[in-house]
């Protein structure tokens, strides 16, 4: 089973406007972490945003916002005002504690693009 | 700035002929891993450090080899490089493998099989 499911392969958003990735999980663990990178066309993964599974609240770092429904198993990725440098493969990722493993695994990823 | 740096940043090899990939950090981590991401595909871990602890996934092709000979450098050797293998390479450390510890990447290498 995936353990990590980003059903959107791609998508579009005007610039300065919201857009959000989705992503759902499967764990039986009480405790992981989750985890969105950004990708650009350069390469490089860029760790955007981090929610613990026992985390009260949604996760915000800037203009990034974690939708966190623990219930649902689902943990999207609002970015607000989007800016045409958004435009990039976004990774969903996820930590597992207790008994699990310790690496990271990863979504098939959501390509963005932001139009102008 | 603390970073995680991969050279060279592009690598072309002749199949079956050995290359090494090279990872260094200035993050002081305890934890280095190598990924392999093919094209259009999520990143795939080959291996980890956890200091001199060395943890490979069970199907990571025996091709693949790693060494760590301090705690800034690691590195990956291809002993015979097929086609297959032409990927990007990821370097990536964290502080420990706590759930909440961030990975931090470096730029990759894409390495090309001729």
């Known amino acids: 089973a995936q353990k990590i499911t980003q059903t959107q392969p791609g998508m579009f958003v005007q610039e300065k406007e919201a857009v959000t990735l989705d992503c759902t999980y499967d764990t039986s663990d009480p405790s992981y972490g989750l985890f969105w990178y950004k990708q650009p066309s350069s390469g490089e993964m860029i760790f955007l945003i981090y929610q613990g599974s026992y985390d009260q609240q949604n996760a915000t770092e800037g203009r990034y916002s974690l939708n966190f429904q623990k219930a649902r198993k689902s943990a999207n990725l609002v970015i607000s005002a989007s800016q045409l440098g958004d435009s990039a493969m976004y990774f969903c990722a996820m930590r597992e504690g207790l008994g699990g493993r310790r690496a990271l695994t990863f979504g098939s990823g959501t390509r963005l693009q932001v139009q102008p | 700035d603390a970073m995680v740096i991969q050279n060279p940043r592009y690598q072309v090899t002749q199949f079956g002929k050995p290359v090494t990939l090279s990872c260094s950090q200035t993050l002081n981590h305890n934890v280095m891993y190598w990924y392999q991401q093919k094209s259009s595909q999520a990143p795939k871990l080959l291996f980890h450090y956890y200091d001199k602890d060395f943890n490979n996934e069970a199907d990571t092709p025996d091709n693949f080899q790693s060494r760590r000979p301090n705690t800034s450098f690691c590195f990956l050797d291809i002993r015979s490089p097929g086609l297959g293998d032409a990927a990007m390479y990821l370097c990536?450390?964290?502080?420990?493998?706590?759930?909440?510890?961030?990975?931090?990447f470096g730029p990759g290498t894409r390495l090309l099989v001729l």
């Open positions: 990536a450390t964290s502080r420990a493998v706590g759930v909440e510890e961030t990975q931090y």
